[in-house]
């Protein structure tokens, strides 16, 4: 006997346990994922992708219709304000301003002769050789004479308006980012002004406009601090801060968005006009907080998400929290681990990041939250997992 003792031990050991799996299996121990309560920096920002435009961006047309002769600008030229940068051809405005000063002094030629006819018609009133009717015709005559002097000089004003208008200056001092016409090509400029250059102020300091969506409006402030990314440049982050919250609606297909803009600073010119940017504005940011992982503000056994889905019943009171008490939008609830069993627990959360969420009370530093169920119930071997079946899950 003494022999087959340490061989009995061993069949014993194996069948104690084969005995424990066979119990675990058919017992249907549930195991969880957890993750810990920890410290740390949660960033709260909002996402959004606008345009980089200068801050000053001045359009430059004509005024008058004509070929363009001469063009003294052109892409990325540097201009000083009152610069000549365009010269449309002046021949035909040039004949007009001829024109119109013939006609002014006709016009005055004709006054100078109105007024020696009203002094003459005047005397021989006054000598009571000529009548009222001679009077009141030649005062009539010198004032459509007087008249037809200041049309003419109106005209002739007007002449040489168009005349100086041929020659097409720079209103401020820039960089031009734009030229849209070439020498010879025609300018009509019938219904609006056509536009020549775009001149922009200063490129070392642009903005962004960006569209944030309504739901995310509430949170963005005016001086808060943006990060954010161009394609030129994907592996630098770049950095500015909102100057301003419009209150002007941008509706595009019942999507409603509100342009914010943000002052950004380009001293080494890298950023450029029309440059796609994926803005980040920084909403919050708090250092050292309690955190945890947004899936464990997920996670709901079976039980638990069976009781919640029966509570949304019409009969039932929407928004009541444990024991009939309401709930706020910070209040939420976890499942701590204690022992195997989850526990459920009510905590306050702050900000959130979109990957962990800041805990203002409710749990401690350390403390283990389930995020998600690894394993539940395996059925015995004699009896097949039916996984259209509708049997309630156990938990030990």
Known sequence: MKRFLPWLIVIAGLLLIAFVVRQLRTSGAATYQSANVTRGQITQAVT???????????????????????????????????????????????????????????????????????????????????????????????????????????????????????????????????????????????????????????????????????????????????????????????????VQVRNAPITVQNVVTYDTVIGVSNPDLKLKPGMTANVSIIAARKDN?????????????????AAEMGSRSPSSRAGRGVGGRERTSSERTVYVLSGSQPKPVQIKTGISDGVVTEVVEGLKEGDTVVTAEMATKSQPASTPANPFSGGQRRFP
């Not at 990325?76 to 449309?88: E, T, Y």
């Not at 907080?289 to 998400?305: D, Y």
């Open 48 to 242: 959004a992708t606008g345009t980089l435009n200068p801050v000053v961006n001045v359009q430059v047309g004509s005024q008058v219709s004509g070929n363009i002769s001469k063009l003294f600008a052109d892409f990325n030229s540097q201009v000083k304000a009152g610069q000549v940068v365009a010269q449309i051809d002046p021949a035909l405005f040039q004949a007009t301003v001829t024109q119109a000063e013939g006609d002014l002094a006709s016009a005055q030629a004709a006054l100078e002769l109105a007024r020696l006819n009203a002094k003459r018609t005047q005397d021989l009133f006054t000598r009571k050789t000529s009548s009222q009717a001679d009077l009141a015709q030649a005062m009539a005559s010198l004032h459509q004479a007087e008249a037809n002097v200041k049309i003419k000089q109106g005209a002739l004003d007007k002449a040489k308006a168009d005349l100086e208008h041929c020659t097409i200056t720079s209103p401020i001092d820039g960089v031009v980012i734009s030229r849209s016409v070439d020498v010879g090509q025609t300018v009509a400029a019938s219904l609006q002004a056509p536009i020549i250059f775009q001149i922009a102020n200063d490129l070392t300091k642009m903005q962004i406009d960006s569209n944030v969506a309504e739901a995310d409006v509430g949170v963005v402030k005016v001086g808060q601090d943006v990060d954010f990314t161009v394609d030129a440049f994907p592996s630098q982050t770049f950095h500015g801060k909102v």
């Open 289 to 305: 907080v309690l955190q945890i992982k947004n899936a464990a503000l997920r996670f709901r056994p079976p039980e638990a998400a």
